[in-house]
C-alpha cells in the first residue's frame, strides 16, 4: 500500500472498494463481508460498513449537493470518494471536516491522481452548501418512482415516514431457540459482553439488539440457538404454523432463515424439504442449518420449485413460498435495492410470484396450509398475485392470519386476512403475509 493511500485509513480505503464492486453489480451484504474478512480492525470494519450504506442510502442527495460544483463528466471512482467525504461530513459527527479532506485527497491521489486539485478544491467549498428546496425523493434519496406510488396509496406524512424508516440504520434482531434455551438466559449473555438488548414486546422468541455485537463472541450462538433475523420474518413461520411429523417443504428456501425457523417450532420432528434453484445459496443454507444442529433433519433439493411441484403434487401438509420480490419493504436492509429496482420490473415480478404461487397450490394435500409471503407491499406482488391465484383454484380459500399472529398488536395491521406491515410499522421490516387452505375434501 502506498504512503498516501495509507492517509485515507483501511476503513475509508476498503469502503471505496466495496463501493466499486457494488457499482459493478456485487451484492452490498456479500461485499462487505468480503471485505470485512480482511484484517480490519473492529472499529474499522464498523466505520467502513456505516460508510458503504450511508453512501448507498443518500447516495442521491449526496449526488445534489455535488453536482453545482462539478464541471463535465466525472470518473464514477472519484465521484465515490466525493460522495463517501460528504456523507462523513453531513451524517456522522465523528470525524471532523478537515480530517475527512485529507483522507479524501490522499485517497484520490493513488486513484485517480489527476482528479486530486478538483477533489481538494470541491471539499473546500461543498460543505458550507448543503442542497436546499430539494424535492422528496432527493431529500430522502429514493427514486421518484418509488415515492409516486407510495405517496399516491398512503399520503404525504406516511410517505415522508416511510422513506426515513429506509434511510435508518436497521435494528440487528435475534431469534432465540426457544426449544433449546430460554430468552432470558440469552437476554444475561449479551448483558455480561455490555451489549444493549431487550426482549421484543410481540415475538416470544426475539430479541432486540441496539449497541455493536460481535456474534460469535456470543455462547447461544455459538452453540446454534440463536440466529439473526428481522421480527416480520419470523412471522412468517408463526403463519405457518407447523407442527411435528408433517410433511412441510419450504418452496424458495434462500439461505435458510425461515427454514430454520420451521426446524426450531417443531424441534426437528416434522419432515422439512428445503427447495431453491441457486446452488450457492443451498450450500449456505446447509451451513446454516447444521449449525442449529438440524441438518439431519432436512432434505434439500436444488430444483425449479415449478418442476418440483409438477414432480410431487399433493404430497405435503404446509407449504411455505416466501417469494422472490422486489424487496421494497426492506429497502433499510438492502442499501442499494431501491438503485437497482426499476417500476417496470414489477410486472416481470408478479408473472413469476403467480407462477410460484400456483406451483405451491399443487403440492397441497387435501385440508393442506400454505403461507405466501414478500418483502415487499405493493400490490401487483402481493394482494393482486394471491387473488388471481385463488380464482383459478376454486378449491382453495383465503385463512385470516390473524389467528395465527403471536400478539395482539399485529391486529391492527391485518385486512381481509392479510398482514401488512409497511416499513417501520411496529419497528419491523415491511412484509406481506397471506395464509391459504386447501379444501378438505377436494384439494387440486
Ligand atoms: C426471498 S428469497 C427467500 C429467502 C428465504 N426464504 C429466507 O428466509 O432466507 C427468494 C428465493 O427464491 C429463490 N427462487 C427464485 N425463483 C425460484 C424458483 N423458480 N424455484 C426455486 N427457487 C427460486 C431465489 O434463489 C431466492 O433464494
Redesign the pocket.
Known sequence: MTESAQGAGPARLEAWNVLERVRHGAGVSEALSEAGKRSLSPADRALMTQIVHGVLRNQRYLDAWLEPFLRGELDPSVRDILRMALFQIGFLDRVPTYAVVNAAVEQTKTVAPRATGMVNAILRRAPSQKPKNVSLGVEFSHPDWIVRRWQARYGLERTRHMLWVDNQVPPLTLRVNLGRIARETVLAQLQAQGVRAEASRYLPEAIRVSGPLWLEDLPAFQEGNVTV?DES?ML?TWALDPKPHERIV??????????G?ILEKTQGEAEVTA????QN?LSL?RENIMRLGYAHHVSIVG??????SLEHPKQFDRV?L????SNLGVLRRRSDARWRKQEKDLGGLAT?QK??LD?AVRLLRPGGVLVYS??SVEPEETTDVVRKVLESHPTVHIEPVQDFLPAPAFQDFTQEGFLTLLPGDLGMDGFFIARLRADVREAE
Open positions: 433475523q420474518a412468517v419450504d418452496l424458495t428456501a434462500g439461505l435458510g432463515g425461515k427454514t425457523h427447495v431453491d434453484l441457486a445459496r443454507l430444483q425449479d420449485s415449478r418442476i418440483f411455505l416466501d417469494a422472490p420480490c413469476t407462477a410460484l406451483a414478500t418483502c
